[in-house]
């Protein structure tokens, strides 16, 4: 029964890349279409359960890339197609549909999954079939101890005590540095990582920590939570919160009648919170804008428009390429970067590949040399200025006329 | 070939082609898939053994899971314990929590039903919130790459499975061993009622304890080897709310009163939701297991294996019609009545919070003889009755079989030394079949004895109280008149010393009462000695040796029938009233 | 040692949050307890109330207040077709569970597919409104829903105490034969209780549109805290149920004000634990 289904929808997708690929590669006559038997590179994303957010993001960003990549000269002269399977969030499942993609569907390459859980999960199959393993969502960099997964997102390999500093440059540039600190966290395992950096980093710093709070992941009332961050009224918050957590906490302190006066969050939805009074000047982690100098980067701006397009038509309230879309899109850049640079399918000849080259990706030129595979740290910090998300730290990233708000 | 060669044949074949799977070079993906529908299995059958088999119902399943899984995660990453060695740890550490939990929650009475759930349901989130934020994990997950997995099988999915596949063996032994024994055969007498199962002599404290140990160690074994195959643990994944739900939906779609219904429920579920896992139709597919999962359990509400089973009772029901044999009851003479004391009641005294329901109670009663108890509602002749069956512990004052003092004991082992009672509303054990009814008060209330000779004394009683032909129907399909020999048949069937019986002509018409009367007269003819609580004079008169008064909560008068029926003072309290009733 | 005015708000924002659990055990609690009905598809039905609430505010533009006007009808609708399933099938406790365990799992798809998975939320200018009594802040929406729910419960009690229709209702939750003979048809009685439960969920989804986060897994969040307080409110009791939220609801917020936030769930279930193990009177 799953062989059937599996032959239903994989009919069912060629259809669809063969179509897209005709339309796309119609007007570029110069460029020879991909042809022959078809290139499949399998993965999963959490299309159900509670992680499910991230999964349409990441299969639009996905979709456009087959579709560029096919555009173009496909894997070796070969079209590429996504065999894309359900995880359900569950890593346990993650775990089989990889078994299943390799051992049965037999796909030529895979492409790594959404969330630290599921891409554990996933890289320990790799490693035992010796697969190539690219994610761009482990926000744990020394958990990938597999020497054939590659990181799509520019972390750099010691995140919790690089991106800290970032920011702590960052608020050390305003007229008046904070002095004080309150760092609120979820007990998720990627933003609790972080947070515990940023104790450590301000302490070295000098900025006093004046209150360090962890919070149950999905945790529903921040009343009480508020009122120890307004009466601890520090003058920096920096808050380790993923989806609406942000917004839930910056609610609950406007019920207080309290602003706090610096504030960053670690991976909020964006949306939601630009959009939000609340958000007005909040800083966050980003990698990427759709904004100078990031849109000149090659493919970026065509990226940009057909995500919105995409994102828009699947109904998606925020349909603005960030940097979730930009991991999936750098996944596909690296891949087929690799497999060109190795001339072969050969998972140990794309890593050797990988390993020794450089990869011009949306995320600019990454490097895979480093400790756990991992290049150069370049998380950066945007800032929620007037409903719209600016990059405004490092200075060279921010927008001609960009400048970090303080208060 | 017997009719019991070909599932064993089958079973056995099953084990050794499943054993030799990994061996026969099938794609990697099939072990997994068949180690999760094992892990499933294996859960759902461990919640059956407490949930299904005694009708306790847990959600808090993933408790004994999760700590399972948290054991063999700290075990080998902190403490470089071998993989192996840490999954009965797993087990003996989950089945003491069960125990724990047991030990308090099993005390109370009350902690029944929707409130045992909620209980669970409250300890899974106690005990994730500790592991959440203490070392165990403290929130950056458990990570165990590092950890070796033993060489059993040349791959390690082939390793996996074959743990997976021995657990859900052992699984399902134990819950076929359990269903097939004395311990399944108490739990399922305390799903349909405990306090009666308690009376009939199954230790009811004890066997939950054993079934929430082995429930809850199996889970935790489960979870060990489930922590090495999803190699990195989250305190959110784990203590999953779906995950106990999930258990539940596969037990009591398989049918859990069943060892194998869950297997079954399990099976079919785990399969659904492989069935839609392609990108496209994702979505789709949970919908639409859910909507079948939906009509599933409208169509059968008790599972699959008890439909199955129905439908094949039905099929052999419409081959062979019973011929209802209706052996007479022979009224016996008599035996005299000995000088020995069977029962001695010493100022007993019961107080419910600030009513006294016995006031300082002196009753003998002789060996063979048969005592009427009456009085006016509420005089306490019940209340009686259960105090010294064990149903209520005494507030004051000694009660003493056969002079050994048992007004402390609890009710099973009052049981146990040769009392045994019925109740005026007839309380069978409802899913049972009138046969396993009579036997089970056999297996409990008499003697060790192999299972042949439980059944053909079960049989015996039947028969002598009328209700051959009937060994199996279900007690829903009597009628009151039947369902109140079955009690007598439950009573005799543990060969009581003493038997109380507790209003059974109430409700019955002048031709059953006769009957009933006859029958009562034989049970004394075999040797017991009766206490009898009765409205009806015209019985108590007939069948009475004495009689004695309660009156409220005191021992009003005692003699002779027709003396204490002339009794002025009886009259004016009791008869007047009755009569006038 | 935190100061009076933290203690002081966290019970304030505490008390006001179990209004929420209160508002959802509801009307889980008078079916569970007068229907012997778990219907766990209450908080998928709260969560299609509030996607509608979201959905007509955002893109027409209708105040939540009128929304709840059509919502709770269709609600109400909802909860009668339900209760004819479970008529026509004669479902019984435990199969109610899991049926409506599966329907709940639909229902979450069905929300996914029109709304997607991504984060919803309902902004309004009066969802962060607060009054300054002293030193405390109350916040209106959160009072608002408590009153909600305090009105509802109030009158739901009374309803089932002092009616005719309320009293053979309890009665016929203890044995269906005894509301027969009280006259009534016990069985119309159900249906309108069934339409009631579902009701309040849509009451409630109202209310989680304007406070909390919309994502369909969210549906799930719920269920936990809100199966305590139902079973520690007594079973078919409204005013036990508010009070019981009101009580979970403190006793986790007043933890997070006093020890990390993270370990406010072993205290509100070991209060919970200790409640059912302890035995009072009330319970």
Known sequence: ?407 | MNANALPRLAAVLGIAVFAILPTAGVPAFYESFFYIVFFWVSLSTSWALLSGFAGYFSLGHAAFFGVGMYTTATLTTQFQVPFLATVPAAAAIAALLGIGIGAVVFRLKRLRGELFALLTLAVTFVIATIILNTPIDGGAGVFMSAVPMPDIMPTQTGTIYVLGFAMCVLTLAIAWKVAHSRLGMGLYAIHDDEDVAEAKGVPTFRYKMAAFALSAGIAGAVGGIHAMYVGFLTVGGTFELTVPLYVVLMSVLGGSRHWLGPMIGATVITTLLYAFISGGEAMIGRAIVGLILIVAILWLPDGVVPAVQQWLRRRKAAEVEPVAVVVPVVPAAARPVGDRNILEVRSVTKRFGGLQALDGVDLDVREGEILGLVGPNGSGKTTLINVISGHFPLTGGTIAVDGVEIGRLPAHEVAGRGVARTYQIPRPFVNMTVLDNVALAATFGGPTRPAAEIRDEALHWIAFTGLAGKEDSLPAELNLHERKFLELARALAARPKLLLLDEVLSGLNPAEVDNAIRLVRAIRAQGATIVFVEHLMRAVVELSDRIAVLNEGKLFALGAPREVMRDPRVISIYLGKAYAA | MPSATLLGQALISGVLAGGMYGLLALGLSLSWGLLRLVNLSHFALAFLAAYLTYELGTTYHVEPWWSAMLIVPAMFAIGVAQHWLFDKFKVNELASLLITFSFAVVLEVAIQLYWTADYRRFETHYSTLSIKAGPFYIPVLELVLCLVAGVLAWGTWLWLRRTYVGKALRASAEDADIAAAYGIDHKKLAYLLSGIGAGYAGVAGTFIALIATLAPAQIWAWLGVVFAVVIIGRLGNPLGALFAGMLIGASESLAMAVLSPAWAPVVSFSVLIAILLWDPDWL
């Open chain 1, 1 to 407: 029964m799953v062989d059937r289904m599996g032959t239903w929808r994989r009919r069912h997708v060629l259809a669809g890349v063969v179509g897209a690929t005709a339309a796309l590669a119609a007007p570029s006559i110069l460029r020879a279409a991909p042809s022959g038997k078809p290139v499949r590179v399998g993965g999963t994303l959490s299309l159900t359960g509670f992680l499910a957010q991230t999964a349409q993001i990441h299969k639009i960003a996905a979709e456009i890339m087959v579709e560029e990549i096919n555009g173009r000269n496909g894997f070796l002269g070969r079209p590429v197609e996504y065999v894309l399977l359900d995880d359900q969030s569950k890593p346990d499942v993650a775990r089989s549909l990889y078994e299943k993609l390799i051992t049965v569907d037999k796909v030529d390459l895979i492409q790594g999954p959404y969330a630290t859980a599921p891409i554990l999960a996933a890289m320990g199959v790799a490693q035992r079939y010796g697969k190539v393993i690219i994610q761009s969502s482990m926000g744990i960099p020394k958990l990938q101890t597999y020497e054939m997964a590659f990181p799509a997102t520019p972390f750099g390999p010691n995140p919790e005590q690089t991106y800290p500093n970032v920011i702590l440059d960052a608020m050390a540039s305003l007229p008046t540095p904070p002095k004080t600190i309150v760092i609120l966290t979820s007990k998720f395992p990627s933003a609790q990582f972080m947070a515990q950096g940023m104790r450590t980093q301000s302490e070295k710093r000098g900025v006093k920590v004046l209150l360090y709070l962890e919070y149950e992941s999905g945790n529903r009332d921040f009343g009480a939570i508020a009122a120890r961050v307004k009466e601890a009224n520090a003058d920096f918050l920096w808050v380790g919160s993923l989806g609406l957590e942000s917004n839930q906490v910056l609610e609950a302190l406007r019920k207080l009648d309290y602003t706090p006066k610096n504030h960053f969050h670690l991976y909020p939805a964006p949306g939601p919170l630009a959009l939000s009074p609340d958000g007005k000047n909040a800083l966050c982690s980003t990698f990427l804008e759709p904004a100078e100098p990031f849109m000149s980067r090659p493919g970026v701006a065509r990226q940009a428009a057909a995500y919105k397009e995409r994102a828009t038509k699947a109904n998606l309230p925020y349909a603005i390429i960030d940097a979730q879309a930009a991991g999936m899109i750098s996944e596909w850049q690296i891949l087929e970067a690799g497999v060109n640079g190795a001339k072969s399918l050969d998972d140990k000849a794309i890593a050797a590949f990988l390993k020794k080259n450089t990869v011009d990706t949306i995320y600019g030129t990454l490097r895979f040399d480093g400790p756990y595979n991992h290049g150069n740290a370049e998380q950066l910090i945007k800032q929620a200025q007037g409903g719209q998300w600016k990059v405004v730290w490092p200075t060279k990233y921010a927008a001609p006329g960009v400048k970090l708000i303080g208060s």
